[in-house]
């Protein structure tokens, strides 16, 4: 059973940096690859990142690209997302989610708020 735990959002500033984790369990996250999606208030659900199951590949949407990192270490079941000179649009709840695109199931969510 896939479950995942996202934590380390909250208030930021405009300009500011944050660092989101995910917790994996239930499969084997070392052959996963695995996806950050975020979903802003009164949208739908967006793509953010993927990473491939070895960490050496990843892509970014448009919207984050030069300013968010995705990252994981394998060892600890741990996906990383570094987000760096945040704006009030990065504002939504975060998901960590399975699967290139995230399609095979994603955690509860952390909500980050970008505001002065």
């Known amino acids: 059973q896939v479950q995942l735990v996202e934590s380390g959002g909250g208030l930021v500033q405009p300009g500011s940096s944050l660092r989101l984790s995910c917790a994996a369990s239930?499969?084997?996250?070392?052959?996963?690859?695995m996806s950050w999606l975020r979903q802003a208030p009164g949208q739908g659900l967006e793509w953010v990142s993927n990473?491939?199951?070895?960490?050496?590949?990843?892509t970014y949407a448009d919207a984050v690209k030069g300013r968010f990192s995705i990252s994981r270490d394998n060892t600890k079941n741990m996906l990383y997302l570094q987000m760096t000179s945040v704006k009030s649009e990065d504002t939504a709840v975060y998901y960590c989610?399975?699967?290139?695109?995230?399609?095979?199931?994603r955690g509860q969510g952390t909500q980050v708020t970008v505001s002065s």
């Open positions: 990473i491939d199951y070895s960490g050496r590949s990843a």
């Open positions: 239930g499969f084997t996250f070392s052959r996963s690859d």
């Open positions: 989610a399975k699967g290139w695109g995230g399609s095979s199931g």
